[in-house]
């Protein structure tokens, strides 16, 4: 099997942006490695993007899955005062925004909590890689 050269921040845009309301999604190119983004104005795609076995639909993480990696990072920092305001924001109304809310009251916690998120990320796309039988070497 051929190794693929796949961009990791663009997959890992893939995963954190879901374009399926607005009917589009994003593709990985099978062939080289591409992601490509399907959106209303998009240009330059193949015509049979959305019928080709060649181009993969990338799909969005789940909400569910989301709100696991801000509880997993909860998870990761022990017992504090931040833990206590992180949990009582997952445990309330509109949990993410009340998550980020409380991450930038700590100078240090929003740099944790995105390594932490990128690296989790990153663990899911080689998951979705070896799921779709692709041998991938990581690029920037």
């Known amino acids: 099997m051929t190794i693929l050269k796949v961009n990791r921040s663009d997959f890992i845009l893939a995963l954190k942006t879901d374009l399926e309301s607005t009917g ?15 959106t209303d104005g998009a240009e330059d795609l193949p015509e049979d993007l959305h019928e080709n076995a060649r181009y993969r639909l990338i799909a969005a993480i789940p909400s569910h899955v989301a709100f696991q990696l801000m509880e997993d990072f909860v998870d990761s920092l022990g017992q504090s005062e931040v833990v206590s305001g992180l949990r009582d924001a997952l445990d309330r109304p509109k949990p993410f925004r ?10 240090n916690l929003p740099e944790a909590w995105f390594a932490f998120e990128e690296q989790a990320l990153a663990e899911l796309s080689a998951e979705w890689c070896t799921e779709n039988d692709i041998d991938v070497e990581w690029g920037l």
């Open 98 to 107: 009340r998550f980020k809310d409380v991450l930038y009251d700590y100078p």
């Open 24 to 38: 589009g999604g994003w593709y990985l190119d099978s062939e080289t490695g591409e992601i490509l983004m399907d």
